[in-house]
């Protein structure tokens, strides 16, 4: 959908010329300019083409972390994974975090690939066997239902020894419409398993997700 706004601009000139999309994007062409809108809401056309006589746009894209340790409420229950760290440089549009630090919601139709890592430590006494589990879940009517996302799950299972950390990654893709919220949900077998990472890094993290899109 992107693409075909952005070859709409390159290739639109003089004269007046419209273009709607069902999700809300327009574009408006006069001999005065080029510009974008959605929603009614007029956009800078420089964000998305870089250069006029070229495809080239920038693709929709964010990351999200959450840069503090984790101590889950309850064992054995899925917990929404809260966000606190926005990487200006990493993030251009088409995703939104809510105000609620844990839902994503989309701003465009099409296929996107997920990645992320959730990252883990053992506090408890050693030889003690403890399981750790993530997955991405998705909703279309504000969570009135949850749809678990086959491809994006993760879990990990074995006898801790105390202090002992773990990385665990989480790689998929997701057909999304405009407005459908994504969470980030993980599940421990015994609430001394914290999130969280060794602080032998200046920029530990307990939570990671990355989204971009890839088609349409």
Known sequence: MFRKLIIAVCVI????????STS???IVTTDGGTNLWRDGTQLDVSSYVTNMN??????PYCKYHYTNSITLPSANTWTNMPFNFTPADENS????LSNDTYTITTEFDGLIQINGCVRSKWTGIDNTAADTASRIVYS???WAT???AR??????SRARKTDDYQTAAYAGSLYVTNGLQIRLQVQVSNTDMELGQSPI???????TFNAWAVGE
């Open 24 to 26: 809300g994007w327009s």
């Open 140 to 142: 279309g009517d504000n």
């Open 13 to 20: 000139s003089a004269t007046v010329a419209h273009a709607q």
């Open 151 to 156: 491809c994006l799950q993760s879990y990990w």
């Open 201 to 207: 890094f200046d920029s530990p993290l307990a939570v």
């Open 54 to 59: 070229a495809t080239a746009l920038k693709t």
């Open 93 to 96: 549009f088409g995703f939104s």
């Open 146 to 148: 949850t749809n678990e």
